[in-house]
């Protein structure tokens, strides 16, 4: 039987407070601490790359421990209520900086520390409430449905104000939203969790570890991932440079993440009828076609760009869900001897998500700097175009390979 759709929505609430903080820990804060703060950007960029490193290596630490939690009740929902607490107090010092460099160093580690003792054991959870591999797909599509909800108000927000005021009102809109809704995915969903897992061996991480289609697993994702995040690094640059409209950038990231939001229901559709995995590669094999078409787009192809938003909207949308759901039924067929690998297979799914992020922004600022990119004169331009648009698709066609 499959859940109503009550649960889904009770389920997917924290994900809307989750995605609100989103752009501004990576893209909106450190200018914060730059421009308004004065800490130099070179220091800035060391500091937080610093602090997402301990952040992305605590993730399967966190997956391990959290349903062995004995604290505040034990499990998963205690550490996410837990978490929410670490992560209201770390990111209200973070926007209300009372000192420089070291202050800016903990309060990002904290904040980042406690968003992933939230969200590491949130996307767990979901093994655990779903009865049948649907309901697995449903839950992962209302979870990033709300999930691209929160993106959006977040641009919303923090387009209408200077960044310290903007900053200010979304930790009030995350305090008021992230506590209730947590509180409702813990009482009125009426899980019924499993009792106390027994704790796993190293013979246990061994298992997973020897399990050649979850390695493969993870290597895809991470790949994928990364494809992902190349073009949206380069997607304000690719703009101006190539396509000569920067002025348009606003709708056209309302577009794209819209454009998420309905692909949901689409391949959620693909998925019953074919199967996560297979629908997973078409939307692999959309986002290689997209691609390709980019790269001969030029001056003044604002509405060419404006189907590539709509279609690498498609694409990701599929990314952002399928993956997760598909992790969520190897933890659920994995926990049949008793033991909860759910929150660990998520600790390296969280892990593999960061990991992309970090690769993404370094693969292409690097390789602009190492063929010597001028952003004032846009040269060599045919490096930029190479990498927003071709460097995915040979990324993504190792990824179909991978998993062939």
């Known amino acids: 039987m499959n859940l109503p759709r009550t649960q889904r929505l009770l389920y997917a609430l924290p994900g809307f407070s989750l995605a609100l903080l989103g752009l501004p820990l990576y893209i909106y804060l450190p200018t914060f601490y730059v421009s308004e703060v004065g800490i130099g950007i070179a220091t800035v960029g060391v500091v937080l790359l610093l602090a997402r490193l301990i952040d992305m290596l605590a993730d399967p630490f966190i997956g391990y421990y959290a349903p062995h939690w004995r604290f505040f009740g034990g499990g998963y929902r205690a550490m996410m209520l837990l978490g929410a607490a670490v992560l209201l107090g770390a990111f209200y010092a973070l926007i209300h900086p009372q000192g420089g460099a070291w202050w800016l160093f903990g309060a990002s580690l904290l904040t980042y520390l406690g968003w ?96 050649p289609k979850l390695r493969r697993f993870f290597a895809a994702y991470l790949l994928s991932t990364t494809a992902n995040a190349i073009p949206a690094t380069l997607f304000l640059l690719f703009l101006e440079h190539v396509i000569g409209a920067p002025q348009h950038a606003g709708w056209l990231l309302l577009l794209y993440f819209l454009s998420g939001v309905t692909a949901l229901w689409i391949w959620n559709r693909v998925a019953l009828r074919w199967g996560k995995e297979r629908a997973w590669i078409a939307s692999m094999a959309l986002s290689c076609l997209t691609f390709v078409w980019a790269a001969t787009l030029g ?106």
């Open 299 to 404: 001056q003044g192809d604002l509405y060419g760009f404006v189907l590539i938003c709509l279609l690498s909207g498609l694409s990701v949308g599929a990314d952002m869900a399928l993956p997760a759901a598909i992790n969520a039924d190897t933890a659920g067929a994995l926990s049949a001897d008793g033991k909860d690998y759910g929150g660990l297979l998520f600790g390296f799914f969280g892990m593999c998500s960061k990991l992309a992020l970090s690769l993404g922004v370094g693969i292409a600022f690097g390789v602009l700097g190492l063929f010597g990119f001028d952003e004032q004169s846009a040269q060599p331009l045919w490096v930029l175009i190479a990498l927003y648009a071709l460097a995915p698709v040979a990324i993504k066609l190792g990824v179909l390979w991978l998993l062939r």
């Open 116 to 211: 992933s003792m939230v969200n590491v054991p949130y996307l767990a959870q979901s093994a655990l409430l779903s009865h049948t591999p649907s309901d697995q797909t449903a839950l992962a599509l209302w979870r990033e449905l709300l999930g691209i909800l929160g993106v959006i108000v977040a641009l919303g927000l923090l387009s209408a104000q200077e960044a310290h005021h903007a900053l200010a009102l979304l930790w009030l809109v995350v305090a008021l939203a992230l506590p209730p809704a947590l509180l409702l995915n813990r009482y009125a969903l009426r899980i019924s969790f499993q009792p106390q897992p027994t704790r796993m061996q190293h013979t246990d991480l061994a298992r997973l570890w020897h399990t």
